[in-house]
Structure formats: C-alpha cells, structure tokens
C-alpha cells in the first residue's frame, strides 16, 4: 500500500516542558485546569505470571465470565460496551448506559464504570458521561476519560480508591484520547485548538510535577491515538494525514521517523505496555514493530485490535468472512487461541499479561447463560 502524501506533515517537538501556572478553583470553571493534586500512588495489585488467576478470584477456570452485571449479579439494563483490562487481570474498566448496575446510577448517557473481579464488586466511576472508551491504569487505580464540559471537552481522572478527581490541563482548548502510565502519574493526551488556531498537540503530563511535555503539533484534527507505555518512556502515535506511526522516547528526547519506513501507509492499534513492541496496521495486514531491533513481524490478513503488556500476544480480527470474530495469537509461537466464534468487537488495552484474560463486548445472548438483557455485554474470556 503506497503512502498517501500530503503537504501538512507534523511538526515533532521534543524536550519542551513547563510547569503548570495555575491550579486555583476558579481558573477550574472555565478552563481544563488541574483542580486536585494528584497523590503518589500505590499500587492495589502487582502484574506477573501467576497474577492474573489470582486476582480474577483464586483457581478460575478457563471460561467466559460477563463482566457489565450488578455486584450482586444482576445483568445491565442497557448496553454496555468500550472495555479495557488492567494487566493483572483483575480489573475492568467499561461504560455502560445501563442504569441498574450501581444504586446511585439513574440517569442515562454512557457512565463509566470498574468490576473488580476478584471481590465481584462493580463500581461506578464519577457521574458525568463518558465521550470515549474510558482508560484505567496498569495498576487499576487510576480511570480517566473524556467529558464535556461547557464548550470544550476536557479529561477527568478518578482516584478508585479514594474518589478523588482531577482535571487534566487543556489550555482552553479540548482534549481528548488519553492514555494513562501504570501508576496514574502520566497520562498522554491529544489536545485539539480551538479557532483561530487549527490542528492538535500530543502532549504528556505528570500529575506530581506538573511538568507537561509537547511530542508533537499536528496541523489537522484526525485521531492521533496517544498511546503510552507503563512506565511513561515510551509514547506511541500517529499522523493519521500523512498515513505514518512514530514513537517518542522521553528519556532519548528524539523522533526518529516513522517506523513503517517511508513509503508505507500505517495506522497506529496500539505501543505494548512494556514499550517494546508497537502494532500497526497497514493494508490488509497487521505489523508488530520490535522496539529493540528495528524489524516488524507481519500477520497477515488481520487487522490487529490490541497487544498484551508483554508484547507477546496479538488479539486480532481476521479479515476472512465465516471465522471467528477475535483472535488470540503468541507471536512467539505463531498458534492461535479462539476467543469468540460470535460477533465480538474489542479495544485496545483488552488483554491482561501473558495473554491470560481478554475483554471483549458482544450483543450475542449465547456466551454465558442465562443473558436474556437483549443488550451488547462486556465479557473476560480467561484463557488457563
């Protein structure tokens, strides 16, 4: 597939940091500013090999689990879609126009809400509703997402634990698309200006510091889909104009180019949590590009949907008719896992570690028992 060139490229902008000028209450009214200082974080559950039956609830088996129910079991009322997994497994970030799923949520519109599937409890995130796929943080303590707020949209990120919000810092302008490092502390976002000015910043901030670091200046408003690693080394994005994928590395302060080389068309799906892998998709095809050496494993006829923490394993959709809908490959061992033979969509950040559990949303009524909501569900496919 030949790239489709344009003359408005982007202008990369590496190194540059401020501080915040402004964290008063009123400054909070009419602008995205920070309204809270965040606190150091702490982290509820640790990844790794053996985390994820643990914390999905002690020796689970392999099996499908609905994940968009009341903490005492009772199914959504309405639909419930926009998942993602922290790499541990345990929890599960989705939203829901569902109104039954928590006691304090009677109004409609997308809510955001978390299943802590080792306790079974379903919580809801905030009351304000979401405009996009809500993000969690690798260690599940952190939620934020998009809201409207006046004229512009701005970033709210909640403290699970303790139900604390801050805003993230939008200029004025609107932002949206954030991606959130393993602790809270980072999060990469797209700000998006407002007239007379055009175009969008990708941006990463520390909530600790305030110190806000600009990657780059986009010259058009297409979804440059930040995508942060769980360190916050590494940023993953794209220039959905100029048809090309880069990654910014914060400790090197350089963009080498984009990493599909110059003459391929490329869209970003979504950087490994570890930083070291990055899928693509290009064509018809799938790539997934090795940090460390340079080179791309190429699956083809998939369309990549999401890559777990260690960059092992592909969650993917064929492109053939008459299959399954998602595809579990390890990309080690070039072997396929079914995760559902029904139509079945999911996000990015939708497999945990070592490709133990998988998120995915579907309206069929048929996974899991009992599914008579007649409404799409969230469900956790846990693999061994």
Request: net charge neutral; glycine share 12%.
């Amino acid at each position: 597939m030949t790239k489709r060139m344009t003359g408005r490229m982007a202008k990369r902008v590496t190194g540059r940091t401020a501080g915040r000028t402004s964290r008063s209450a009123t400054v909070a009214v009419v602008a995205c500013a920070v309204v809270a200082v965040w606190p150091g974080a702490t982290a509820t559950a640790s990844a790794g090999s053996a985390a994820g039956v643990d914390a999905a609830g002690g020796g689970l088996g392999a099996g499908v689990e609905r994940i968009s129910v009341a903490s005492d079991g009772t199914q959504a009322d309405d639909a419930s879609a926009g998942a993602s997994i922290t790499p541990d497994g345990r929890h599960v970030v989705f939203a829901s126009s569902a109104k039954n799923l928590t006691s304090d949520t009677s109004t409609g519109g997308d809510k955001v809400f978390v299943r802590d599937r080792r306790t079974g409890q379903t919580g809801r995130i905030g009351y304000l509703t979401t405009l996009q796929p809500p993000a969690i943080s690798g260690d599940g303590e952190h939620v934020a997402y998009p809201v409207q707020w006046m004229n512009d949209v701005r970033i709210r990120q909640y403290q699970v634990s303790t139900g604390r919000t801050i805003s993230a810092d939008c200029s004025a302008h609107s932002c949206n698309q954030p991606s959130l490092g393993a602790d809270g502390r980072h999060i990469a976002l797209a700000i998006r200006f407002k007239a007379p000015l055009s175009g969008q910043r990708v941006e990463v901030q520390d909530w600790n510091t305030g110190a806000k670091q600009t990657v780059a200046d986009l010259g058009h408003t297409l979804p440059s889909r930040p995508s942060l690693s769980g360190d916050a080394r590494r940023l993953a994005y794209q220039d959905a104009q100029a048809e090309d994928v880069f990654v910014w590395d914060r400790t090197g302060g350089t963009d080498p180019g984009p990493i599909e080389g110059p003459a391929k068309a490329a869209s970003l799906v979504q950087l490994s949590d570890d930083g070291g892998k990055v899928v693509y998709l290009s064509g018809s095809d799938t790539y997934v590009h090795d940090m460390s050496s340079g080179t791309a494993q190429q699956v083809p006829d998939a369309r990549g949907v999401a890559i777990d923490p260690t960059g092992r394993y592909l969650l993917y959709a064929p492109q053939a008719t008459g299959g399954p809908s998602l595809v579990l490959r390890d990309l080690r061992r070039g072997t396929d896992e079914t995760i559902s033979d029904r139509p079945a969509s999911a996000g990015t950040d939708a497999v945990s570690a070592d490709g133990r559990d998988v998120v995915f949303q579907s309206a069929a009524d048929d996974i899991v028992p009992g599914d008579t909501n007649g409404k799409p569900d969230v469900f956790v496919r846990h693999l061994y």
